[in-house]
């Protein structure tokens, strides 16, 4: 069920120059919320930028009691939305709206679920690490960032179970270089007979190595691609991608409606921007 809420902000969580957790009083977001969903939001009262913008949602709050208070978003500041996401301060009023997209397929037992996050990426997956840690199944997350100081929120994941694959460009952190070279080392060492979906987001670049990698050790990929989006509803045609129809052929589709989770192998990656 989606709804448009007006949500006040809990907390803001710096967690770098570029970085935060802004943390919403939406629960009846985020009780519908399931992992690769998203939220279309904009500071209440906003007209410059006038459209909403995209994000994840990155974790669902709960209480001491364990109800649910709102979700939580991983924002990285890049122009001005999330300029003001950034500067958010508890107390201001956020409009959001979703839950929103199609989610990602859970791994059906006994697959074990494997995340590649490449930078902000990281946004798609603590849903899905909550989600798996709650059916007792495993979860491993391939984490990639430019230097330790981009690496975000490992403790979350660490909390929930997940095992952790860090890589980094210089070095600084976990292995160095990109976050496929572990990935692909734990495919080529995982027995045919052992079931394992992967579950990427990041740049394009990232997500295209992750498709093919599964495509060779024949696994399953999901992917969240990020499109710009108009309004998240369907009606701007802002967020068109192409894709391959099960026939054959090409066509195109409306991420906000058909994605933003799509099969790595029905994506036409030579016809995705950025
Ligand atoms: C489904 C989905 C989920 C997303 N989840 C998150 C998330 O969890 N956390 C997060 O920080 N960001 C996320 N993004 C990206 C986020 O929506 C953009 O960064 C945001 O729209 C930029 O808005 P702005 O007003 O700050 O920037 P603007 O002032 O509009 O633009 C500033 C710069 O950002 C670029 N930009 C605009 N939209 C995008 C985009 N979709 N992807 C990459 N660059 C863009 C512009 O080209 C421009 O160079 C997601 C995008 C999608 C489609
Ligand atoms: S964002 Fe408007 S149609 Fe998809």
Same mark, same amino acid.
């Given at each position: 069920?989606? !709804?448009?809420? %007006? $949500?006040?902000? /809990?907390?803001?969580?710096?967690? *770098?120059? +570029?970085?935060?957790?802004?943390? @919403?009083?939406?629960?009846?977001?985020?009780?519908?919320?399931?992992?690769?969903?998203?939220?279309?939001?904009?500071?209440?009262?906003?007209?410059?930028?006038?459209?909403?913008?995209?994000?994840?949602?990155?974790?669902?709050?709960?209480?001491?009691?364990?109800?649910?208070?709102?979700?939580?978003?991983?924002?990285?500041?890049?122009?001005?939305?999330?300029?003001?996401?950034?500067?958010?301060?508890?107390?201001?009023?956020?409009?959001?709206?979703?839950?929103?997209?199609?989610?990602?397929?859970?791994?059906?037992?006994?697959?074990?679920?494997?995340?590649?996050?490449?930078? !902000?990426?990281? %946004? $798609?997956?603590? /849903?899905?690490?909550?989600?798996? *840690?709650? +059916?007792?199944?495993?979860?491993? @997350?391939?984490?990639?960032?430019?230097?330790?100081?981009?690496?975000?929120?490992?403790?979350?994941?660490?909390?929930?179970?997940?095992?952790?694959?860090?890589?980094?460009?210089?070095?600084?952190?976990?292995?160095?270089?990109?976050?496929?070279?572990?990935?692909?080392?734990?495919?080529?060492?995982?027995?045919?007979?052992?079931?394992?979906?992967?579950?990427?987001?990041?740049?394009?670049?990232?997500?295209?190595?992750?498709?093919?990698?599964?495509?060779?050790?024949?696994?399953?990929?999901?992917?969240?691609?990020?499109?710009?989006?108009?309004?998240?509803?369907?009606?701007?045609?802002?967020?068109?991608?192409?894709?391959?129809?099960?026939?054959?052929?090409?066509?195109?589709?409306?991420?906000?409606?058909?994605?933003?989770?799509?099969?790595?192998?029905?994506?036409?990656?030579?016809?995705?921007?950025?």
């Amino acid at each position: 069920m989606t !709804v448009d809420v %007006a $949500a006040e902000v /809990l907390f803001n969580r710096r967690l *770098s120059e +570029a970085y935060n957790v802004l943390g @919403l009083a939406a629960p009846d977001v985020a009780r519908h919320a399931r992992p690769g969903q998203f939220v279309m939001v904009q500071r209440a009262g906003e007209i410059d930028p006038l459209l909403r913008r995209p994000f994840s949602i990155f974790e669902r709050l709960v209480d001491d009691e364990g109800r649910v208070i709102g979700l939580s978003l991983l924002n990285k500041r890049v122009g001005r939305t999330t300029g003001r996401l950034y500067d958010a301060r508890p107390g201001d009023v956020i409009r959001c709206l979703g839950p929103l997209g199609q989610p990602f397929t859970p791994a059906p037992p006994p697959a074990d679920t494997w995340m590649v996050a490449g930078g !902000v990426g990281l %946004a $798609a997956f603590a /849903l899905l690490a909550q989600s798996v *840690s709650a +059916a007792g199944r495993p979860a491993r @997350l391939f984490y990639g960032a430019r230097h330790a100081g981009e690496l975000f929120c490992t403790e979350l994941f660490e909390r929930e179970g997940t095992t952790l694959d860090l890589a980094t460009e210089d070095g600084s952190a976990g292995e160095r270089g990109l976050v496929t070279a572990p990935l692909e080392r734990a495919l080529a060492s995982t027995p045919a007979g052992h079931d394992v979906v992967l579950y990427a987001c990041g740049p394009t670049a990232m997500m295209r190595a992750v498709s093919a990698l599964g495509a060779s050790y024949k696994r399953h990929v999901e992917v969240s691609l990020e499109q710009v989006m108009g309004c998240g509803l369907g009606g701007c045609y802002s967020c068109v991608v192409r894709v391959r129809r099960p026939a054959g052929g090409t066509h195109f589709v409306r991420s906000c409606l058909a994605g933003p989770v799509f099969a790595g192998a029905e994506v036409v990656w030579e016809a995705v921007g950025h």
